[in-house]
């Protein structure tokens, strides 16, 4: 099975992704975008780089290279071998945040993702809902991507939204509020309720 995991800045994913895998068994293979392989991370660090000036179309580009090179060299073959997957950020977040808040449209950053991944998407797609507010005071960073400020994280909980009504079979929004024991009782029962209904 492979689970990915999306929200905002902020949301709690990371922690989430980790409990998740942990809890799927020692098989499990957790990963996080941008990253995953040699290049991805370097790809991260430009992209993470707040003296690197990016136009919003190279910044999509270079999310998708990186994908590209982790599903490749990393997922693919790991589900080829049976195992699970869990992803912390796929390409729902180049479609949420490249495509919606910067505004370079939905569907493009859909088909370039696509191109990408040479069409593998997640079995489940977990969208941690939390209000942007609430979550900006939870991340405190000051790298290129948590710089961008509320109105933004706004733009990207609108677009994830959309994202998750188009696509009702595969993403399931769980209530990020609570502590991430709370959180992840929700997370495990989404899980859970997918498996069951794969039987
Ligand atoms: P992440 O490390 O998950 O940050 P956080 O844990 O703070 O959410 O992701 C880094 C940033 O990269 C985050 O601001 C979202 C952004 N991002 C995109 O803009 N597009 C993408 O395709 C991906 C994968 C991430």
Redesign the pocket.
């Known amino acids: 099975m492979f689970v990915s995991l999306e929200?905002v800045?902020?949301?709690g994913?990371?922690t989430q992704a980790e409990l998740l895998a942990n809890a799927l068994g020692p098989e499990t293979l957790l990963v996080?975008?941008?990253g995953g392989t040699e290049a991805a991370e370097r790809i991260r660090a430009l992209?993470?780089d707040p003296s690197v000036e990016l136009d919003p179309m190279a910044?999509l580009l270079l999310?998708c290279a990186a994908?590209a090179d982790l599903v490749r060299q990393v997922v693919g073959p790991a589900l080829k071998d049976g195992r699970d997957v869990v992803s912390?950020?796929?390409a729902d977040?180049?479609s949420a945040?490249?495509g919606g808040a910067r505004g370079l449209g939905v569907e493009l950053a859909e088909r370039l993702s696509d191109a990408a991944t040479g069409g593998l998407e997640p079995d489940l797609t977990v969208l941690l809902w939390i209000d942007p507010e609430s979550a900006a005071s939870r991340?405190g960073?000051e790298d290129r991507?948590?710089s961008q400020g509320l109105e933004f994280q706004v733009s990207v909980a609108n677009a994830y939204e959309q994202i998750a009504v188009r696509n009702a079979e595969r993403i399931v929004k769980v209530n990020a509020e609570g502590t991430p024991e709370d959180v992840h009782a929700r997370v495990m029962e989404s899980v859970g309720k997918r498996v069951t209904s794969n039987e």
């Open positions: 929200g800045d902020g949301s994913k990371s996080r975008e941008p992209l993470a910044e999310f994908r912390d950020r796929f977040s180049t945040y490249q991340s960073g991507f948590e």
